[in-house]
């Protein structure tokens, strides 16, 4: 025993177990001061106080480049007339990503105020997870009468508010004038039913150096095809949803719908079938009678073809009635602490608002889809100038819209498939394609039933 | 079975002459053996031989038939890697038959060839064996075996024994010996080791640097040197050489230097005058150099005096290493009798069996 | 003295020894990797298991359990079927055709001569390109107007197509560019394979009358069994997991054609919102590679030769 002492203590001696000196130095008072310290500078950087009366609130958006900017310079200005509120614009990616950064912070409990959210991204699903304020108290009558009701379609879920239309969007037709002359049509006057489409998109259509391929194409649309048959279903006078909750994809107009479609490609042969992707650029270079794309795509298309052409656009036609989708996104708000609420609703309404409405479309090119925004007088010298953003402006009495659903997604996909089958093979059955279509969204429809 | 002849056979790599104007001929049936340090060039002139290098200028002649461009597998030679090279993949019987089945014999020549072959090698028990199952002997074996089975005109081997223990390789040696007896073959052996030389060949065929230094019988190249590199080369150990001049005194001739003060015999030893009053080399064996028996005074022709370094038992026999002047010998002798270190001891010369060189060529003058 | 010998008798006995220290060094060095492998890979995984029991959508607090109804509608789903057939297609269309032309790149690099150092490194270069970069230019040149390989195509005089807007080419393209993507990793782990073949058996085969069709034959490819193997196998797991492509280029169309299992599991995560779903979706994928593999194992450890 005593020889073990002895070693132990030769050994401690030595500074053999270099730690346990250590350990002993540190649990003595100098360390425990230092360690003191140490937590109470840690503990400063974790905790923010709020300063007195000012409340901050998170934005998350999904503008890209220069419409990123001008949420940024709007909140810059908003932040002026509300001093008390400090507003963190960030931008999270596209809707898709929003709708993932979304997912993320509900598990993370790390939510935005006020978030933008695509109208075909995820509400159904958001709006589920009970974290988004109903906003059905905060539009007055008024905004019903200053908004087409069409619009809240998408941003509605089992009949409630979730969203508020902020930044809005619709197909529309772009058309190359000059092409029409050299063909004989006159560009004031656009096709405004099917069988007008059919006739010009006909007319449009050139070989124009005889070598059996088609150099001119009358019509095409861009590659976000869902939104169009939307449209397109819309104006035969169909429904995606009827008002029983149910698909109603398998209608009669709904076939005829498709079958138009199905006649473009195969019977007239006025649109060049699956070359939706290169449409735009078809367009731009001029090789393109009529366009159906985004109403968002006007600035773009404009810079793109400068004086090559004179570029116009023109409402979407009617087979039974006028009618367009709408796309873009909307404003929502999550819940949280009661004052940080009222701030992100008071930014929404400022976004949203008539003069909001007016300045965001006007620097985004984004439609001005209030009455009220249209008619201040500033938008009115707006239009006089660009009058392709005045057209489509006015196109907005014409949106319609269905509630969104969980099926959404499902019903989005599959008519794109659909559309891709029907474009490749003429032969392809669309009663039966859209009776199976059908039968699959209401299977999505019924499992989500149970929640 | 042919003969080889090689006429005037060089290679080179780049810069590098590996073979050099070599000229040869390898009669029918004989075994002969290259012999030489790395890098001289015989392993390089036997895949000259195979057809596995291309010549730089020369010719060969297999069977009388020139096949400088005929391709290897057409000069019907055999070879015997160093390393075997067995196909890891096939059995031995597969590794043995594939010479005559890219050939397109039929099968039952080729089994019985086989079969034969492998009772020959003592294989007979193993042909359904792979490699990575077989001792490093056997492997051997087997390779022969690939190459006996194709009757080749020309065997070419090439240190086929070096990666075998000692033992072994004393045992593959007697065997290889015995194969040439019953194949009745041309056989062109490449080694280093003299041993092996000395014990298989008909004849050796010296080389250093790319050059043939010597070609004779076992016992001619040993016995009669033509040149100090193959004198210094067989032998183990290695022949003593030491630098003496050549002098004539009272009409004998004489071989003095530091220490050394020898007699030639009269006989035998035709020299020609222009040789005396030079600077030579001189050839002892240390097997005819032994510790003197008589006293010092006697024979004094041919005796040395020399201080003992030290002493290597070889079991019957000892190696002496001792100093003559500056010059360091050995000697041997009945390991019973041999002397104590740092002695000054007398050591007896057997005259007879001693060479003379030209420092300057090499040559031997007799 | 006496306390602090006290004190160190308690700690001593653990703390004092060598083999406490090179315990604590031993994980210590070990730490980082365990616990980032453990927390993004094997936590995940467990987690993702449980959830191919319930059906949630990533966002709702509430959670259902449904039991194994995720496997058993997934097992009878027509567009898993179809998701897992065109999936195989890739794999036959893919992977005999990068292994061969890998094998034949691998013989011609296989010599020195001057700048074939060059080569390699060309013919690698593409495997370790960005997918997407990738995708979205071999997209451009598969338009079927504007891009290039059509323009070769009427340059030659022979008839346009379709790529990767057609349902029935799309594909097809698809499979063209992976190999030209992947031709170069098999291209280098066959060279390795190569190398290591003992020259002197194409000695041997000289001297026993082997041509070049028999030296590749008898020789070259039986040793280059291990290697194979490893790249087959390799391949594919890899090809099984195939997504950066299809997302960037055809995002699963036109009309599902190229709707591989991977992409089928993320439209039912992140479009459809089906977690439990997808989950279930990746769980069969792994039990099926799992099997194909081990399948090859056995077969391999018959049939190949290890030296």
């Known amino acids: ?451 | 079975m042919a003969r080889v002849l090689l006429k005037g056979v060089t290679k080179t790599f780049g810069k590098t002459i590996a073979v050099n104007h070599v000229d040869l001929e390898v009669p029918d049936k004989r075994f002969i053996v290259l012999l030489g340090p790395s890098g001289c060039g015989k392993t390089t002139l036997l895949r000259l031989v195979a057809g596995l290098e291309e010549l730089s200028s020369g010719e060969i002649y297999i069977d009388n038939r020139q096949v400088n461009h005929v391709p290897a597998k057409d000069r019907n030679i055999a070879m015997v890697f160093q390393s075997y090279a067995l196909y890891p993949h096939m059995n031995v019987y597969q590794n043995m038959a594939i010479g005559l089945r890219l050939r397109k014999f039929n099968k039952r020549e080729i089994v019985e060839r086989v079969r034969s072959a492998a009772e020959m090698l003592g294989l007979t028990g193993l042909l359904d064996r792979k490699p990575a199952a077989l001792s490093g002997g056997e492997r051997q074996r087997v390779a022969m075996g690939r190459a006996i089975v194709r009757k080749p005109d020309v065997f070419l081997f090439d240190e086929p024994l070096s990666n075998l223990d000692a033992k072994l390789r004393v045992r593959m040696r007697a065997e290889i010996k015995q194969l040439h007896g019953r194949l009745e073959a041309t056989i062109i052996y490449v080694t280093h080791d003299q041993v092996e030389a000395m014990t298989l060949a008909d004849e050796i065929v010296v080389m250093n640097k790319g050059t043939l230094m010597q070609r004779g019988t076992p016992l001619e190249v040993f016995r009669k040197p033509q040149n100090l590199f193959v004198a210094g080369f067989l032998g183990s150990p290695a022949m003593n050489l030491l630098n003496i001049r050549l002098v004539k005194m009272d009409g004998l001739l004489r071989i003095r230097g530091e220490g050394i003060d020898l007699a030639l015999p009269e006989k035998g030893f035709p020299i020609p005058d222009r040789w005396i009053g030079r600077e030579l080399v001189l050839g002892a064996r240390p097997e005819n150099i032994h510790p003197s028996l008589e006293k010092v005074s006697q024979q004094v022709d041919r005796q040395l005096e020399g201080l003992v370094d030290f002493c290597e038992p070889l079991g019957s026999e000892t190696v002496i290493h001792f100093r003559v002047g500056g010059q360091e010998l050995l000697a041997m002798c009945d390991s019973d009798s041999a002397p104590v270190m740092n002695r000054r001891i007398g050591f007896s010369i057997e005259m007879e069996k001693i060479h003379l060189f030209d420092p300057a060529s090499g040559s031997a003058l007799f | 003295m006496a306390r602090t010998e006290g004190k160190a008798l308690e700690l001593s006995s653990f703390v004092r020894p060598r083999a406490f220290w090179n315990f604590v060094a031993g994980y210590g060095f070990v730490l980082p990797a365990l616990v980032l492998i453990v927390a993004f890979i094997f936590v995940p995984a467990i987690y993702g298991f449980l959830i191919s029991f319930t059906r949630w959508d990533m966002m709702s607090p509430t959670r259902t359990f449904v039991g194994l109804s995720n496997y058993y509608s997934l097992l009878q789903s027509t567009e898993f079927r179809h998701s897992l057939f065109v999936t195989l297609y890739y794999l036959v269309g893919t992977i005999p055709f990068t292994m061969a032309l890998g094998l034949t790149l691998a013989v011609a690099v296989n010599r020195k001569f001057r700048g074939v150092t060059f080569f390699r490194l060309v013919y690698y270069s593409p495997v370790v390109t960005s997918t997407v970069a990738m995708g979205v230019v071999w997209l451009w040149m598969y338009d079927p107007i504007n891009g290039i390989l059509n323009y070769f195509l009427l340059q030659l005089g022979l008839p346009p197509q379709r790529w990767v807007s057609s349902p029935g080419t799309a594909m097809p393209s698809l499979i063209i560019m992976d190999i030209w993507k992947h031709v170069g990793y098999d291209m280098i782990i066959f060279l390795a394979g190569l190398q290591s073949i003992p020259h002197h058996l194409y000695e041997a085969m000289d001297v026993d009358g082997g041509g070049r069709w028999a030296k590749f034959r008898l020789v070259t490819w039986p040793l280059l069994a291990p290697t194979t193997f490893f790249i087959l196998v390799i391949s594919i797991i890899n090809r099984f997991k195939i997504f950066a492509t299809v997302h960037t280029m055809t995002r699963g169309g036109p009309a599902n054609a190229t709707e591989v299992i991977v992409y089928f599991l993320y439209k039912q995560a992140f479009q459809y919102f089906k977690i439990g779903y997808a989950f279930a979706i990746a769980y069969i994928l792994f039990v099926i590679i799992f099997a194909l593999t081990l399948a090859q194992w056995r077969i391999g450890k018959q049939r190949i030769h290890y030296q």
């Open chain 1, 1 to 451: 025993m005593r020889v073990q002492r002895r070693k132990e203590r030769a050994y401690a001696e030595k500074g053999g177990d270099k730690m346990n000196s250590f350990l002993r130095l540190v649990l003595k008072t100098p360390g425990r001061i230092t360690l003191l310290l140490l937590g109470m500078i840690l503990l400063q950087f974790s905790l923010q106080p709020p300063a007195y009366g000012q409340v901050t609130i998170d934005f998350w958006h999904a503008m890209e480049g220069p419409k990123g900017h001008v949420l940024t310079e709007m909140a810059k200005d908003f932040m002026k007339e509300y001093p008390n509120i400090k507003v963190n614009v960030s931008l999270q990616g596209g809707y898709t990503d929003i709708v993932r950064k979304v997912q993320a912070g509900i598990a993370a409990d790390a939510l935005p105020d006020l978030v933008m959210l695509g109208q075909r991204h995820g509400i159904p699903q958001i709006s589920e997870s009970g974290r988004l304020l109903v906003l059905d108290e905060y539009v007055t009558a008024e905004d019903r009468k200053d908004i087409s009701p069409g619009l809240f379609g998408r941003y509605t879920y089992k009949g409630k508010v979730m969203a508020i239309p902020f930044a809005v969007s619709t197909p529309i037709f772009h058309i190359n004038a000059n092409r029409f002359k050299e063909v004989g049509l006159n560009p004031d006057k656009p096709p405004t039913t099917w069988d007008d489409l059919v006739a010009y998109a006909k007319k449009l259509t050139r070989d124009l150096d005889g070598d059996g391929r088609i150099d001119q194409w009358g019509f095409n649309i861009h590659s976000d095809i869902p939104w169009h048959v939307y449209g397109f279903i819309y104006q035969n006078g169909g429904t995606i949803y009827g008002s029983d909750g149910q698909a109603k994809l398998d209608s009669p107009e709904a076939i005829q719908a498709f079958q138009f479609w199905s006649d473009l490609v195969h019977k007239h042969k006025v649109m060049p079938p699956l070359a939706h992707e290169g449409g735009s650029k078809l367009f731009t270079a001029g090789n393109l009678g009529i366009f159906q794309r985004s109403s968002a795509f006007i600035e773009g298309a404009a810079k793109a073809i400068g004086k090559r052409f004179d570029y116009r656009v023109a409402y979407l036609p009617k087979s039974k009635i006028y009618a367009v989708p709408d796309g873009g996104g909307g404003l929502g708000v999550f819940k949280s602490a009661p004052e940080k609420e009222r701030a992100a609703i008071t930014l929404m309404k400022w976004f949203t608002s008539t003069k909001g409405i007016a300045r965001f479309s006007k620097d985004t090119g984004y439609i001005t889809f209030r009455k009220s925004s249209i008619a201040l007088p500033e938008m009115k010298a707006f239009f006089a100038e660009s009058t392709r953003d005045h057209v489509a402006a006015l196109q907005m009495e014409y949106v319609r819209s269905n509630p969104v659903n969980h099926a959404d997604g499902v019903v989005w996909d599959e008519l794109g498939n659909l559309i891709e089958k029907i474009e490749s093979n003429p032969k392809a059955d669309i009663p039966t394609l859209l009776k199976e279509l059908n039968a699959k969204v209401n299977k999505e429809i019924a499992e989500y039933r149970g929640k």
